[in-house]
């Protein structure tokens, strides 16, 4: 008969090694979302934009996606919008931007960007707007 002292053992590594596969695929998931088109080129419009540099300061570095935030965060191939917490040395703010593409053979254009900061929860600043309005087709 196996001892409760062996049985321990093997649930404390089964535990840590779950554990540890969680971890992996989390930042390799955060890692690859990190490589795609359309977060480079947000990032790049972010930190190319002077009044965006002007409130956070430079260097502009990007945190975590909450990627279990499906209504935030989400792309199905063809669009896609992301919510990225940004920080400079002046302040922190969240990046909010969408993309879009017409196949999945063709470059993703980012369509908006704002930058939401956090000691201004109620305003954004508009980086970027290339999305349609109903009443004259752009706006």
Request: hydrophobic share 35%; aromatic share 8%.
């Amino acid at each position: 008969m196996v001892s409760n002292a062996a049985l321990a053992r093997v649930a404390v590594f089964g535990g840590v090694i779950t554990a540890s596969t969680g971890f992996i695929l989390y930042w390799k998931m955060q890692d690859n979302l990190k490589k795609t088109e359309y977060y480079t080129k947000a990032l790049r419009i972010l930190r190319s934009h002077p009044p965006a540099i002007s409130l956070l300061g430079e260097p502009i570095k990007d945190g975590r996606v909450d990627l279990d935030d499906r209504k935030k965060n989400y792309c199905d191939g063809l669009k896609a919008q992301i919510e990225v917490p940004v920080r400079g040395p002046k302040q922190k703010g969240t990046l909010y931007f969408s993309a879009e593409r017409a196949a999945h053979t063709e470059p993703w254009d980012v369509s908006h960007v704002e930058l939401g900061l956090a000691n201004e929860p109620n305003r954004r600043l508009r980086i970027l707007n290339k999305l349609k309005t109903e009443d004259n087709g752009e706006e």
